[in-house]
């Protein structure tokens, strides 16, 4: 099967033309008709033979399921792909415009504890015209314009890197989405090779570390990559990519009541992230996102309560390290982060 239609860069766009015998400028006719959501069949300043041509390669998720927050009007969707398997992304609004929460895998294969996500295992990676399709399906029923982009939903992003980084910069591109790079966040669980190999791409989007614990042994019972890149490893790792990119890291922490909450963890925490990525010459900003862990069925772990994660932030800013407490959008919905997986029909 040839490439989505929706993978294709308009470079490749253009040779696809040549071997159709169609002039070159059909190429950005295309391109830029596809990122506004227009399907080719609707392309009516094409020749009719060339929409059906197109049509073969073309596969927009369909919504297969759709949950509307009462809460908040967070949008949980459940889209099927081409191939009939499914994954679920999330429209979030906030006051400065409106982000989805993306997927990049169909399942995923890193095994952290807390996280629906995982449950299954990892079924294929998704094609870059896949995540472009969750938007454009996204702003299509929902009539609103998506502004920012979190690659956090199903999946490891750097799992998927040569998909991921071609989706970037189809979604950067001035003629397609142009969504800018600032607006982009991309969570990873801490692989440290394709972090090292991103930090070369010079693509100024925000990277958030899943980090959840303040030492080896239980960062490696909650996720299994840190038996391959422990702690120290990971930030030496991001301490090069922010002297490469000068942009800043964001560090992801769940709370989990009595696994990883206490006050001492929260010291050996600052502890280890000042030693880690800050020194006598240079300051770097450190930012740890709290998100109390989210109820998942197959899971037993508990939210701590608003006093523990009161007195942990404390502690971390006492140190000198800013933490927030992300705010928890679509609950009723099961949309929170660690809550989305891939579905059936």
Known sequence: MKMNLLSLTLPELEGRMAELGQPRYRAGQIFEQLHRGVAPRDMTNLPLALREVLMADYHLPAVAR??????????????SLSDGNCVESVLMQYKHGVTICLSTQVGCRMGCAFCASTIGGKVRDLEAGELIGQILAAQADSGLRVG??????????????????????????????????????????????????????????TL????HAPDDETRSALMPVNRKWGIDTLLSTC????????RRISFEYTLIAGENDSPAQAEKLAERLNRGLRSRTETMPIHVNL??????????????????????????????????????????IDASCGQLRRGEV
């Open 66 to 79: 759709k949950l509307v927050s009462a809460v908040d009007g967070t949008i949980k969707y459940l889209f």
């Open 148 to 205: 920012g982009i979190v690659l956090m939903g199903i999946g490891e992003p750097l799992d998927n890197y040569d998909n991921v980084l071609r989706f970037l910069r189809l979604v950067g591109d001035p003629k397609g989405l142009n969504i800018g790079y600032r607006h982009i966040s991309l969570s990873t669980c801490g692989l440290c090779d394709k972090i090292a190999r991103l930090a070369e791409e010079d693509l100024p989007i």
């Open 208 to 211: 958030s570390i899943s980090l």
């Open 239 to 246: 301490r090069d990519y922010w002297n490469k990119t000068g």
């Open 291 to 332: 998100i109390p862990v989210n109820p998942v069925g197959e899971r037993q772990f508990s939210a701590s309560d608003g006093r523990a994660i009161k007195a942990f932030a404390a502690v971390l800013e006492k140190r000198g390290i800013r933490a927030t407490v992300r705010r928890k959008l679509g609950s009723d």
